[in-house]
């Protein structure tokens, strides 16, 4: 896992009051117990820390943290480039 | 006749202490809670302003995680956390932490202008930060609810739930309004009580500008008082029906005995003789207080000058002759205006004094002011009493006056 995930997981533990031990990259985001409320919370963190903006329907609950995790890479990288 | 309803279970957060006991504890040792403090409205603001303030000491959400044994506090405007600490405090007291308390508990808490702090870092985001967004739960942490939404999805409770705001006797009326519950039949089990936390820089200057505040400290029903001090906390009690608490082996801690409840109609900051007056005669009458036995006061004491010269007037007018035999306390010049808790803080402490038989002492006193004579100041340290008979005391902002009977005996 990179710097970066490593970063975002901790802002999903934080906002979500979520032990970081149980966000495995490969668990759904609906089986690791991310309801739509801590969902908007960790998309304004993250939002908020790298500048970017996230729209409100780019997650399903049914993805795997592992492809959230991906998607907001590629939108950080993004507003890099 | 109607059944009793039994006080079974006390919890607080105040400057004086995160529990009830340390709350307590330091009013009766006559330690004050408030210090000055520094209020920063940050980069985008004026500056950094001083006041005296009764704040909070320690983590009150680690305290309260570590309890609950899961992270919570982050999810929570300080006014609800303190709310959730003092009801979980109290129900471990009553012994009903555990099995949810279903559909015959209710919660009323009450607080009087909401999660003033979200609220403020949202606007100073919008406004100061010129940011787009604001944080996306401001609405379900700002809520004047939110507090007994938090107390009943944690407890279980899915009875009657609702918030009180009435400005300064929020909590008054929440403590009244949940033994109504009771009494009407709708609950055996109330978590009842008031939290606040409006000691923000935004809520500093406002108070400021409406020159209310003291510059040095609340000196209640002193020569030179100069006005109130903030504070910030909760409190919680659980009240329930006797025959419910006798059934389960519950501790009695107190008797809620009867309230009283008036408006003066007549103007949004000063207070009036006949509003304070009617609502003690009533809580008064209501516990059988008239008879001329001792009566431990908790008055509303904020230290304004025009508040403590209308609440001692008032006391010599209800009491006559029998007034200077009722000690007179006033614990926000210990834990500061605590607002929309303040009643329950203070119900929280009186009760504590009936069952230690000791009338923590009014700080700050600099001397007798004749407008506030005739009536018996606690003053130096805590005192020895007698009473067994708690009337608490709640004069709002907009005239609204409620007023709280308690026995013990």
Same mark, same amino acid.
């Given at each position: 896992? %990179?710097?970066?995930?490593?970063?975002? !997981?901790?802002? !999903?533990?934080?906002?979500?009051?979520?032990?970081?031990? $149980?966000?495995?990259?490969?668990? $759904?985001?609906?089986? !690791?117990?991310?309801? %739509?409320?801590?969902?908007? %919370?960790? !998309?304004?963190?993250?939002?908020?820390?790298?500048?970017?903006?996230?729209?409100?329907?780019?997650?399903?609950? %049914?993805?795997?943290?592992?492809?959230?995790?991906? $998607?907001?890479?590629?939108?950080?990288?993004? $507003?890099?480039? | 006749?109607?059944?009793?309803?039994?006080?079974?279970?006390?919890?607080?957060? @105040?400057?004086?202490?995160?529990?009830?006991?340390?709350?307590?504890?330091?009013?009766?040792?006559?330690?004050?809670?408030?210090?000055?403090?520094? /209020?920063?409205?940050? &980069?985008?603001?004026?500056?950094?302003?001083?006041?005296?303030?009764?704040?909070?000491?320690?983590?009150?959400?680690?305290?309260?995680?570590?309890?609950? #044994?899961?992270? *919570?506090?982050?999810?929570?405007? &300080?006014?609800?956390?303190?709310?959730?600490?003092?009801?979980?405090?109290?129900?471990?007291?009553?012994?009903?932490?555990?099995?949810?308390?279903?559909?015959?508990?209710?919660?009323?808490?009450?607080?009087?202008?909401?999660?003033?702090?979200?609220?403020?870092?949202?606007?100073?985001?919008? /406004?100061?930060?010129?940011?787009?967004?604001?944080?996306?739960?401001?609405?379900?942490?700002?809520?004047?609810?939110?507090?007994?939404?938090?107390? +009943?999805?944690?407890?279980?409770?899915?009875?009657?739930?609702?918030?009180?705001?009435?400005?300064?006797?929020?909590?008054?009326?929440?403590?009244?309004?949940?033994?109504?519950?009771?009494?009407? #039949?709708?609950?055996?089990?109330?978590?009842?009580?008031? @939290?606040?936390?409006?000691?923000?820089?935004?809520?500093?200057?406002?108070?400021?500008?409406?020159?209310?505040?003291?510059?040095?400290?609340?000196?209640? /029903? @002193?020569?030179?008082?100069?006005?109130?001090?903030?504070?910030?906390? =909760?409190?919680?009690?659980?009240?329930?029906?006797? =025959?419910?608490?006798?059934?389960? =082996?519950?501790?009695?801690?107190a008797?809620?005995?009867?309230?009283?409840?008036?408006?003066?109609?007549?103007?949004?900051?000063?207070? @009036?003789?006949?509003?304070?007056?009617?609502?003690?005669?009533?809580?008064?009458?209501?516990? =059988?207080?008239?008879?001329?036995?001792?009566l431990l006061i908790s008055?509303?004491?904020?230290?304004?000058?025009?508040?403590?010269?209308?609440?001692?007037?008032?006391?010599?007018?209800?009491?006559?002759?029998?007034?200077?035999?009722?000690?007179?306390?006033?614990?926000?010049?210990?834990?500061?205006?605590?607002?929309?808790?303040?009643?329950?803080?203070?119900t929280? *402490?009186g009760l504590?004094a009936l069952?230690?038989?000791?009338?923590?002492?009014?700080?700050?006193?600099?001397?007798?002011?004749?407008?506030?004579?005739?009536?018996?100041?606690?003053? #130096?340290?805590?005192?020895?009493?007698?009473a067994k008979s708690l009337l608490v005391? +709640?004069? +709002?902002?907009?005239?609204?006056?409620?007023?709280l009977a308690f026995r013990t005996?």
């Amino acid at each position: 896992m %990179s710097g970066r995930d490593e970063e975002l !997981i901790t802002i !999903i533990a934080e906002e979500a009051l979520m032990d970081r031990a $149980k966000l495995d990259p490969a668990a $759904k985001l609906e089986d !690791i117990g991310l309801d %739509s409320v801590d969902l908007v %919370s960790v !998309i304004f963190a993250i939002e908020e820390k790298y500048g970017i903006e996230i729209a409100e329907d780019a997650f399903e609950r %049914s993805d795997t943290l592992g492809a959230v995790l991906g $998607k907001i890479n590629a939108l950080i990288d993004a $507003k890099a480039a | 006749m109607a059944e009793r309803i039994v006080v079974t279970g006390l919890g607080a957060v @105040s400057a004086l202490g995160l529990t009830a006991d340390e709350t307590w504890a330091s009013a009766r040792d006559g330690q004050t809670g408030i210090a000055l403090h520094d /209020f920063d409205t940050g &980069p985008n603001g004026s500056g950094v302003k001083t006041y005296p303030a009764a704040m909070v000491k320690g983590d009150a959400g680690a305290a309260l995680e570590a309890v609950l #044994g899961r992270r *919570i506090a982050g999810s929570l405007d &300080p006014f609800a956390l303190y709310a959730l600490k003092a009801a979980h405090e109290a129900l471990g007291q009553a012994g009903l932490l555990g099995a949810p308390l279903g559909p015959r508990a209710a919660t009323v808490m009450g607080n009087g202008i909401g999660g003033l702090q979200t609220l403020e870092k949202g606007y100073e985001r919008l /406004f100061g930060q010129k940011a787009q967004k604001v944080h996306p739960l401001t609405i379900p942490r700002v809520m004047v609810s939110a507090p007994v939404s938090a107390v +009943a999805m944690e407890f279980g409770i899915k009875g009657p739930v609702f918030a009180t705001s009435s400005a300064c006797a929020s909590a008054a009326h929440a403590i009244a309004q949940g033994a109504a519950l009771i009494a009407g #039949g709708l609950a055996d089990i109330a978590v009842v009580g008031g @939290s606040e936390a409006m000691a923000s820089p935004g809520g500093m200057r406002s108070w400021e500008g409406l020159q209310a505040m003291s510059e040095s400290t609340c000196r209640p /029903f @002193s020569e030179g008082r100069d006005g109130m001090v903030i504070g910030e906390g =909760g409190a919680a009690l659980v009240l329930e029906r006797e =025959g419910h608490a006798e059934l389960r =082996g519950a501790t009695p801690l107190a008797w809620y005995v009867g309230a009283g409840m008036t408006s003066d109609a007549f103007h949004l900051t000063q207070p @009036s003789l006949d509003g304070a007056v009617s609502a003690m005669r009533q809580a008064c009458e209501a516990g =059988g207080f008239l008879a001329g036995e001792e009566l431990l006061i908790s008055a509303h004491g904020t230290g304004t000058p025009l508040n403590d010269k209308n609440e001692a007037a008032a006391m010599r007018e209800l009491f006559g002759w029998a007034a200077p035999r009722h000690p007179v306390i006033a614990t926000k010049s210990a834990h500061g205006h605590i607002i929309g808790a303040s009643a329950a803080v203070q119900t929280v *402490i009186g009760l504590q004094a009936l069952n230690a038989g000791l009338a923590p002492p009014i700080l700050g006193y600099l001397g007798a002011d004749e407008d506030c004579a005739g009536i018996d100041l606690v003053l #130096g340290e805590a005192r020895p009493i007698r009473a067994k008979s708690l009337l608490v005391n +709640a004069f +709002a902002f907009g005239g609204l006056n409620c007023c709280l009977a308690f026995r013990t005996a």
